[in-house]
């Protein structure tokens, strides 16, 4: 993380009521803000004509920030889907790189401009890339926790996604396989209300994602995804719990998409104006800020400095994006063949 170094030094001694310590207070609140002032950028610059697609995870913040804090960085493996900034960012990709995949340039770290957008990817940060159908990453996650097993490897995967791709047969399938074979997999599904424009009890029949885990004698969680810390405290126990090979565990957050699915979608045809306000008082963003600012963790000066910067962080990463160069078209199928 960027310095967010405010006007006096940070415990890294846990807090009993939060079980995080000053220190991981304010780098929560640090990527959860500046995961949501990135996604603002990023919409001005596709509404500019300058970018062509955004995606974003306005609303969902907290439960990426709060469940990627609980893993072991650089150990762990993450499986993400496409609106998981908030889990990158904590991993180590920084606003300049962010701004790079959404724009395209050449030295995207994700994919050096070959893929769409918010298709995330880092060997060294053991970001699993993926593709454009959901869900397939969940398969991918098992694969690796197994071969973590047979390795003896004590390592966690977290694969993470919306509760509509929780339809799809990738996911059944690998919680069926995770089960079986007792994996250390986390699944953390971030259910933000909609799939696309279908409401969650047009997709399935239960109250909770959380429920399916029963079929497959998996142990299960429902979370407020609004709130980081409550997320955090989920998560974390369930990691240590798999990584010494308790099995897999599957986790719901409860959470809200604040925009429309895509920067190409008109969320008003489907979306009533009233659920909308209603849950935007929600905002995950707002929420941790009052909550660490009530009970007197920080100082409003200490949280204003740090919108500051964050503010400064994502407008510098913006401007110098956009002077980098883009992809050479003789590029193009680099990586695509194998090279004599």
Not at 204 to 227: C, F, I, K, N, T
Not at 252 to 270: G, N
Request: aromatic residues 8%; negative net charge; glycine residues 6%.
């Amino acid at each position: 993380m960027t310095s967010v170094r405010t006007r006096r030094e940070r415990s890294r001694r846990p807090i009993d009521e939060y079980l995080l310590s000053e220190h991981q207070l304010e780098e929560m609140y640090y990527y959860i803000l500046l995961a949501r002032r990135l996604n603002e950028r990023m919409l001005a610059l596709n509404r500019q004509g300058r970018a062509a697609f955004v995606i974003a995870g306005a609303g969902q913040e907290a439960a990426q920030v709060g469940a990627a804090m609980a893993l072991q960085k650089g150990v762990d493996f993450v499986a993400p889907y496409y609106r998981d900034l908030g889990v990158n960012l904590v991993l180590g990709m920084t606003a300049r790189e962010a701004m790079l995949n959404l724009l395209g340039k050449r030295d995207d770290p994700n994919s050096h401009g070959r893929q769409m957008p918010a298709h995330w990817g880092s060997v060294a940060r053991r970001v699993v890339t993926q593709s454009s159908v959901v869900t397939t990453q969940f398969p991918h996650a098992v694969g690796i926790a197994l071969a973590a097993k047979l390795c003896k490897d004590p390592i966690v995967v977290m694969a993470s996604c919306g509760e509509g791709s929780t339809s799809r047969g990738d996911f059944h399938e690998s919680l069926n396989f995770a089960a079986i074979h007792h994996l250390p997999v986390i699944f953390f599904v971030e259910n933000n209300g909609y799939a696309i424009s279908e409401r969650t009890e047009k997709e399935m029949p239960l109250e909770h994602v959380a429920d399916r885990a029963r079929g497959y004698g998996m142990q299960s969680a429902v979370v407020d995804g609004m709130d980081g810390i409550a997320v955090y405290q989920t998560v974390r126990p369930a990691v240590d719990q798999a990584r010494r090979g308790g099995g897999p565990f599957l986790i719901e957050a409860k959470c809200y998409r604040l925009w429309p699915h895509s920067s190409d979608d008109d969320d008003s045809r489907y979306r009533p104006k009233k659920e909308l306000e209603e849950w935007s008082r929600k905002d995950p963003v707002k929420l941790f800020r009052e909550r660490v600012e009530s009970d007197g963790i920080f100082p409003r000066e200490d949280l204003d400095e740090i919108e500051r910067r964050v503010e400064e962080e994502v407008r510098e990463a913006a401007q110098w994006a956009l002077m980098q160069p883009d992809p050479e078209p003789e590029d193009a199928l680099t990586f695509v063949y194998r090279e004599a």
